[in-house]
């Protein structure tokens, strides 16, 4: 019998593998998907990492999430981050600012706040309305989505864990004093699981009784070429327009390669899809809203040179779950993503790797409980 189970190979549940492969435990890693593959969330080139929240309790977990990345490509000789500098900028006033700001001061985390005018004079890429302001954290930056999960991996790899690509994994339930789940057609023991499934956490958790409030979307992406104006990391960061109305947010990202253009993003948008969808076809409606906002927004813009999608999978609130399945404390369940949780995963594969091994963590977890949900 192994020590973990951990389904799912996104980039929490790869943290969980390493995390609990370098504590010297036995531990197994189920993923349905071939290695690299585009159907959850954690694929791509590019994700932002950044300490503007609107809430301390996620500055505190990214801080220690990215002194993880940090520690790990210094070990690893990966390069996982690429700093840029991060801005969030919207009408002046707006309360999602505000309580970033606020929340920003009260941690400790130093920014700069500016003018419209500021904005324009030191982000000239940028075409700010009358009336925008900005806050300009100068820690943020871009972290290499692919090459993040496949070093997770790797490393959890050389420390023991088994990996098994292309194993699917059903009806996960206690048995005895650990728990058990289908893999293949085999039943697999572990002393305890930790279910990071992304969209595939209900089938997953089907033997359990357990069902997770949680809705899946595909939101746009594209990317478009630029010419005559520098996007570089060196001088455009990643950057977050707020909006009073959907989309609340739209991220934008530097050319992280010569002629690969500037990625945008409209955020929880996107059409409610089940986990079997797979198509990952883009929404041609969506694509061109996209595509007018930034030509609107940016100075330079090209093209379209191409088009994908992102799956979301989202709780209620946006915020997490990490949790102890009520009544099965063998079974720790990371739902982590609702569109932000790539960034933290260093910490959450700890945070996981505590819950399932002795149900108590240093870590803050009240906000992520899942009987929140049920208030």
């Not at 909006?243 to 253009?261: D, H, K, N, T």
Request: aromatic share 6%; proline share 7%.
């Amino acid at each position: 019998m192994t020590d973990l189970l951990v389904i799912g190979g996104g980039v929490t549940g790869a943290a969980t593998a390493l995390a609990a492969a370098a504590r010297g435990l036995r531990t197994v890693l189920v993923e349905r998907f071939p290695p690299g593959h585009r159907y959850g969330s954690s694929a791509g080139p590019s994700r932002i990492i950044r300490l503007a929240y609107d809430d301390p309790g996620y500055i505190t977990l990214v801080r220690d999430a990215d002194r993880r990345w940090r520690d790990l490509q210094q070990s690893t000789g990966v390069r996982l981050v690429t700093r840029t500098g991060g801005l969030d900028f919207g009408p002046a006033g707006l309360p999602s600012l505000r309580a970033t700001a606020a929340a920003m001061a009260s941690a400790g985390v130093p920014f700069t706040t500016l003018t419209g005018a500021e904005l324009a004079e030191r982000f000239p890429q940028l075409r700010p309305d009358p009336g925008m302001e900005g806050l300009y954290q100068p820690d943020a930056g871009v972290l290499h989505a692919d090459d993040c999960v496949a070093t997770l991996l790797a490393e959890a790899a050389r420390h023991g864990a088994v990996i098994r690509h292309g194993a699917r994994a059903r009806d996960l339930r206690p048995d005895g004093d650990g728990v058990s789940a289908t893999v293949d057609g085999q039943r697999l023991r572990a002393a305890a699981a930790v279910v990071a499934a992304g969209s595939w956490v209900n089938d997953v958790l089907g033997g359990t009784g357990v069902a997770l409030p949680v809705t899946v979307t595909r939101e746009q992406v594209g990317y478009y070429e630029v010419t005559g104006v520098d996007y570089t990391p060196a001088r455009f960061p990643v950057t977050i327009e707020h909006q009073a109305a959907r989309p609340y947010m739209i991220s934008m990202f530097p050319e992280l390669v010569p002629g690969g253009g500037i990625k945008l993003m409209r955020d929880k948008t996107g059409p409610e899809i089940t986990p079997e969808d797979l198509s990952g076809e883009p929404d041609q409606a969506g694509l061109d809203l996209l595509t007018a906002h930034a030509r609107r927004r940016l100075h330079g813009l090209g093209p379209l040179l191409h088009a994908e999608t992102c799956r979301y999978t989202m709780t209620p609130d946006a915020d997490f779950i990490l949790d102890l399945l009520p009544g099965r404390p063998r079974i720790a369940v990371a739902s982590a993503c609702s569109g932000h949780g790539f960034k933290f995963a260093p910490t959450l594969g700890e945070i996981m790797v505590d819950l399932a091994t002795t149900a108590t963590t240093p870590h803050n977890l009240h906000p992520f409980r899942l009987d929140r949900l049920d208030r």
